[in-house]
């Protein structure tokens, strides 16, 4: 049993903000592990780090063995490390194949030379790209809107080019913030699959950010929840939905309208 | 919807107090008065007169269609209204000046002015004409909204053609008089200055069969589907291109080559630059830093004058073109951590920087200080000395047609589109496995390869440089075009190059009045157009011709 990625003792301040704290997570390899928790948490602060925007300012991260905190995102992306975004990134006014192939870009070799010349290496590699890219935008149920510019493309669709272009890294370690943010539940549910599936058939290990609980407890192996900055919990989905820590961060506080008759079980959708 | 006067009348002002308010400035900044030198239909209409009378005709247009949804009458008494409006800033500013002297603040309002704002009449006469004259134009207008659009496009390509003909007579005329066949024609189509009355006749009914013909031809077209250019068409036309800019200069004539020339260099600054900014988002204001520094290598390199070398032309090339290359990564390493504003300024300072190096005495001996370099060498081909505008259109076209070449492989190409990643999320690019400091780097090289390939021609077409060309406004230049014919544009630059270096040298008028004139056309592109003139294509269809967008089983489902 590998553990691809270990988080040990992260922090990571703002100011005087402890944003992540002491951070300790281990996560198996090809498994989905959820992370959840209130706004504020932490969540994205911690995958942040993980992908190199922000260095950490205490403990390590190791992936595979191999410390990556303080590495820049490119350098980590090229170790196999991909994600994507709580609000959409994508390259708004490209098309959506070219976000594809943005995305394979660690894996394409053509210099400038080469580009210029056209050679017959480069020309073979940009038909490859361009097919790999086709059958990216296909996996992603986006057949045929390859021409769309990104940002024409309506909401559910961006999400999961975002997905495409992440997968064209080749990742073997995929971090995904959010990504039913916004989708009704039937959406949510599609995703979910979804999801299952990219680990199931692609064999890539799934790190989740998501509110949505139907969709964590439903694909989740394991869960750890912040709060604070801090992990309160980790466990398999039963464990965290009977945690009286959990359902104290999510609905003892300052939520005095919820209803309490609901303990016991985390609300579907919890805070946003 | 009942028509509300109330809303007619306050349109017409809004619009006629704007379009007044900018017939007022013009005349007062001299802009009329300079134009009123040159006539466009002779003894008929001055080109001041076509600024008064465009002033009108929009703001009146303007008014009317945003009242299209009212009712015709509405429209109508907007556009009379509001000519009239525009009419009587004017006729007020015309009491104005005759009646009191207000050239002390004014120094443009002059008695000329006043004279051509009144027709040639005496004040009270010419303010009624100038009345009279605003509610035709207004009422002319409007009607233009009753015509079908494909009858408005033509009235427009119309009055746009004898405008524009009317405009260059000048030129026209010594360009056609060595055509033999049709020199005769030259006397009948031309007046004194400025078209004749048949010949602003003549052009309008060939601009209207034109325009007939072409309708046809599209409604056809519409039948058949439109079928996107096969691959051998694309190959027709660029061929054809080719040949119309190899023959182009031959047939215009040594003035035009001059101006084809400066466009050229320009235009071959403009793609450089578009790699910076266009395609990779650097904002740099310092690009004329690189057209110096090929200027510069080249001179140092080549005139005998300073005694360092004197290399041939093409042998300076590679080093001059190197340097500036180098040049460009000098400037990228500190830049890396920069973003907008920051690396706007202090490529702003870059460009300074240059200039005043060029001028200090301390590099006297290398740069020639304010005295600059001469003895500039010509680039020689075979045994034949570039030295003429001519000669050196083909080098000029030689370089625009390579950097064009680059620009367009590099954009569809893996470093493209990293350059563009970039310029749209810089962090998002990172972290998708771009190396930013590389690919920064490698833009800013290119871009400067194709300003210092620029400065290198430019050296040897002048023959001596000076600090001074070398200033800020070159930047300025660069930049606009790039914004005028749409940024990351290739056929962009082109236009923009036309319009914004060709026309100011064509209306030598106009020079006077550049950056006024940048300026109002900066922020209209902004306002109404700011993809530019001429933008790519999202590319549809273009760049990924193979199907992607033809078989697309568009009700997949996320397979769950
Ligand atoms: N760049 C930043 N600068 C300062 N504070 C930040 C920054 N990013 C996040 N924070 C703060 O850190 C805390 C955790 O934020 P975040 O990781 O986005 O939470 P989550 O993703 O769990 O909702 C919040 O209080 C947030 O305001
Ligand atoms: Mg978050």
Sequence with gaps: MSKILVAQTVVKRFGGLMAVKDLELEIEDKSIFSVIGPNGAGKTTFFNCVTGFYKPDGGDILFQGQSIAGKSPDQITKLGIARTYQNIRLFANMTALENVLVGQHIHLSAGLVGSILHTKAMRAEEAAAVAEAKRLLQFVALTGKGDFLSKNLPYGDQRRLEIARALATKPKLLLLDEPTAGMNPREAEDMKGFIRRLRDELQITILLIEHHMRVVMGISERIAVLDYGEKIAEGNPAEIQNNPRVIEAYLGRGGAAEDHRTAGSIPATAAS | ?560
């Design chain 2, 1 to 560: 919807m009942k028509t509300q006067p109330a809303t007619v009348f306050q349109t017409s002002m809004r619009f006629g107090l704007i379009g007044g308010g900018a017939a007022v400035l013009f005349s007062l900044v001299g802009m009329v008065e300079v134009f009123g030198q040159r006539t466009i239909i002779g003894g008929v209409v001055s080109m001041g007169q076509a600024f008064v009378a465009i002033a009108m005709l929009l703001s009146a247009y303007a008014a009317a269609r945003q009242l299209s949804s009212v009712s015709s009458s509405a429209m109508l008494t907007a556009g009379g209204l509001t000519g009239v409006t525009v009419g009587a800033l004017l006729a007020a500013l015309v009491l104005l000046g005759t009646s009191i002297n207000i050239r002390d603040v004014f120094v443009s309002a002059s008695p000329p002015l006043f004279e051509l704002l009144s027709f040639g009449q005496s004040p009270v006469p010419g303010m009624l004409l100038l009345l009279v004259a605003g509610m035709t134009m207004g009422l002319a207008a409007a009607a233009l909204l009753f015509l079908s659009p494909a009858m408005r496009s033509t009235a427009i390509s119309v009055l746009l053609a004898v405008g524009v003909v009317g405009l260059l007579a000048d030129l026209l005329r010594i360009i056609i008089s060595q055509w033999a066949y049709v020199a005769p024609l030259v006397e009948w189509v031309f007046s004194g200055k400025g078209l004749s009355v048949p010949g602003a006749l003549a052009i309008a009914a060939v601009v209207i069969g034109l325009d007939v013909l072409a309708n046809r031809r599209r409604n056809k077209a519409h039948n058949l589907a439109a079928l996107p250019a096969t691959a051998l068409q694309k190959r027709m036309r660029t061929g054809a291109l080719m040949a119309l800019l190899l023959v182009l200069p031959l047939l215009l004539g040594t003035y035009v080559s001059e101006v084809l020339d400066q466009v050229g260099l320009y235009v071959l600054m403009g793609l450089g630059l578009n790699v910076v900014v266009g395609f990779a988002g650097l904002l740099d204001l310092g690009y004329v830093g690189f057209f110096a520094i090929g200027a510069y290598v080249m001179g140092m390199l080549t005139s005998p004058e300073l005694g360092l070398a004197s290399l041939s032309w093409w042998s300076a090339l590679p080093i001059a073109v190197g340097v500036t290359v180098l040049a460009g990564m000098l400037l990228g390493v500190p830049v890396l951590n920069m973003r907008g504003d920051y690396l706007a300024i202090v490529t702003l300072g870059f460009g300074e920087i240059i200039r005043l190096l060029a001028l200090s005495d301390a590099l006297r001996p290398w740069t020639g200080g304010s005295q600059g370099i001469q003895l500039i060498a010509k680039p020689v081909v075979g045994t034949v000395v570039l030295d003429d505008q001519l000669k050196l259109y083909y080098l000029i076209l030689a370089g625009c047609l390579l950097a064009g070449f680059i620009s367009s492989r590099l954009r569809d190409s893996r470093l493209g589109r990293a350059w563009m990643a970039m310029r749209e999320d810089e962090d998002v690019a990172q972290a998708i496995g771009i190396n930013l400091v590389a690919t920064k780097l490698l833009a800013f090289s290119v871009g400067a390869a194709f300003g210092g390939l620029s400065g290198a021609i430019f050296a040897a077409k002048l023959g001596a440089i000076y600090p001074n060309s070398f200033g800020l406004l070159i930047s300025i230049n660069v930049l606009a075009l790039l914004i005028i014919g749409g940024m990351g544009s290739i056929r962009g630059v082109i236009v923009g190059a036309l319009v914004l270096v060709g026309l100011p040298e064509l209306l030598r008028e106009f020079a006077e009045f550049r950056l006024l004139v940048y300026g109002a056309l900066l922020v209209m592109m902004m306002l109404y157009r700011p993809q530019g003139l001429w933008p790519e294509e999202a590319r549809k269809l273009e760049a990924h011709g193979d199907g992607d967008n033809s078989n697309g089983d568009q009700t997949a489902a996320i397979p769950a």
